[in-house]
Nanobody, 123 residues
Framework: QVRLVESGGGLVQAGDSLRLSCAAS????????RGWFRQAPGKEREFVAA???????TYSDSVKGRFTISRDNVQNTVYLQMTSLKPEDTAVYYC?????????????????WGQGTQVTVSS
């Protein structure tokens, strides 16, 4: 059974940093693009960052320069290092696996979602 588990969220102040992890079990995703998305209350799930199997990364404009996505294919884990956090970064953060095709920013193109981890940034 495939399972993704996100962790590392918490309550921080503006300007602080957090590192999220997304561990996979049940199968290996080393050959797949993996992505981070976030969803704030009342809003749709939005793209944050994605990383291909070879390590090429893509970011949304809102996090570019502040967030860094990385992966450890041996540990089957993807990370999201978040710095200079802002109150507007507050959301539940989810990781997913791209089903097929080139890297995408569409949430519908991803699957195997985890349960999410809450990130709250106070001003």
């Amino acid at each position: 059974q495939v399972r993704l588990v996100e962790s590392g969220g918490g309550l921080v102040q503006a300007g602080d940093s957090l590192r999220l992890s997304c561990a996979a079990s049940g199968r290996t995703f080393s050959g797949y693009t993996r992505g981070w998305f976030r969803q704030a209350p009342g809003k749709e799930r939005e793209f944050v960052a994605a990383i291909t199997w070879s390590g090429s990364s893509t970011y949304s404009d809102s996090v570019k320069g502040r967030f860094t996505i990385s992966r450890d294919n041996v540990q089957n884990t993807v990370y999201l290092q978040m710095t200079s956090l802002k109150p507007e970064d507050t959301a539940v953060y989810y990781c997913g696996v791209l089903r097929y095709g080139p890297p995408s920013i569409g949430a519908d193109d991803y699957g195997s979602w985890g349960q999410g981890t809450q990130v709250t940034v106070s001003s």
